[in-house]
């Protein structure tokens, strides 16, 4: 079976491809690197460097591939920069997607499977936040995910095109080979900072508030392997080729961890001090955000399987170690 996978040369993306090629598919890679590093991908995997918003290119790789499904990764996902820069967050997150739908509904292809987010929920209003929580998000980023999400919906309604729209709390970890990991430009996420910090490519990290009403007065987030993260697009992906069910789904773990705790685990597994200045808070970010998982769980039988915080943090760990540079371009 053929997959397109797009925004393949990403975080998650470039794992995600790695577990496809181990499950047997053969796959496309569609990126136009504006984030993503092609050095990401396994030499041998067909990637074209291309942009969505390149529709005549987009038909030329559907009339020359007959695929079976397709799975997303493609979009922009810091939330700052979509508050500097909407109009940027539109057209790679919105236009972009209404591209790829046109592309897949004129080439009869049913099946995608999206990259969606918690940022969706906002400030959420229980905790953990189940799916069907309203989506009240205060940011560009989580509306561009929240309008996707409803396209997909009327896609299905009218075109019959079938998609699972999985919402990620905070992937984070590497692939065990340390081959591949987590690598933005600029960084803007805790565990690579924390750990660029250890590496004393940072001189301390900034905790952006430590006034919040949680138990240590620092952010909680559910972190969840990016091995795990992978793994569940591609039973996604199966389960709505075999019974073509639109869905969405929470994909975390259920736990949360604060900030003080990560760079706990950090400096325990680095042997490293890891100092720490107090920031003040980062717009847009909720005390607390834990998955309720009841529904992944119970609707693909799926759990996670390498995200207790011990694997992540030597994974990701040994990424770091391993790329100070990342993938030489950081
Ligand atoms: N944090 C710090 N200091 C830092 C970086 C982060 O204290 O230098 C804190 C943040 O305030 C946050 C927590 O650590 O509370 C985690 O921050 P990340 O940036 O790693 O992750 P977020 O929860 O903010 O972001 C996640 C995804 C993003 C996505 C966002 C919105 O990782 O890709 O959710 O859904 F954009």
Redesign the pocket.
């Known amino acids: 079976m053929k997959i397109l996978v797009t925004g393949g040369a990403g975080y998650v993306g470039s794992h995600a491809v790695r577990e496809l090629l181990k499950n047997g598919y053969e796959v496309v890679v569609y990126d136009n690197l504006s984030r993503g590093f092609q050095e990401s991908l396994p030499k041998d995997v067909k990637f074209i460097n291309g942009d969505l918003n390149n529709p005549e290119l987009l038909e030329h790789v559907f009339n020359s591939n007959k695929f079976d499904a397709v799975i997303d990764f493609s979009g922009h ?3 700052e920069e979509s508050m500097r820069n909407p109009e940027k967050f539109y057209l790679n997150n919105v236009i972009s997607l209404l591209n790829l739908l046109k592309a897949m509904h004129n080439h009869n292809v049913k099946t995608i499977v999206y990259s969606s ?3 969706v929920y906002g400030q959420p209003k229980e905790i953990p936040v189940s799916e069907t929580h309203v989506n009240d998000t205060n ?1 560009v ?2 509306e561009t ?1 929240a309008i996707a999400e409803r396209m997909l919906k009327f896609f299905d309604n009218i075109y019959g095109i079938k998609s699972v729209s999985l919402r ?5 970890g590497a692939d065990s080979s340390g081959e591949i990991g987590e690598a933005h430009n600029p960084e ?7 750990f660029n910090t250890a590496l004393g490519k940072r001189q301390h ?5 430590t006034d919040y009403q949680t138990k240590d007065g ?4 559910d972190y969840i392997h990016v091995k795990d993260l992978s793994q569940v697009h591609i039973l996604a992906m199966e389960r709505l080729l075999s019974e073509g069910k639109s869905n969405v789904f929470n994909v975390g773990t259920g736990k949360g961890y604060s ?1 003080k705790e ?1 760079v706990e685990t950090a400096r325990k597994i680095t042997g490293n001090e890891i100092p720490t200045i107090i ?1 003040s ?2 717009f ?3 005390a607390e ?1 834990v998955a309720h998982v009841g529904k992944i769980k119970k609707e693909l039988g799926w759990e996670p399987r390498y995200s207790d915080l011990k694997t992540i943090m030597e994974t990701s760990w040994k990424w770091h170690k391993n790329h100070p540079a990342g993938y030489g371009k950081i």
């Not at 620092?218 to 987030?221: D, L, Q, Y």
């Open positions: 996902l810091e939330v987010s918690a940022s940011n980023y989580g995910k990620y709390f905070n992937a984070a803007t996420h805790l565990i690579p900072i924390v990290i900034s905790i952006y508030g620092t952010t909680i987030r900030v990560i920031g808070r980062r847009g970010d909720p955000l």
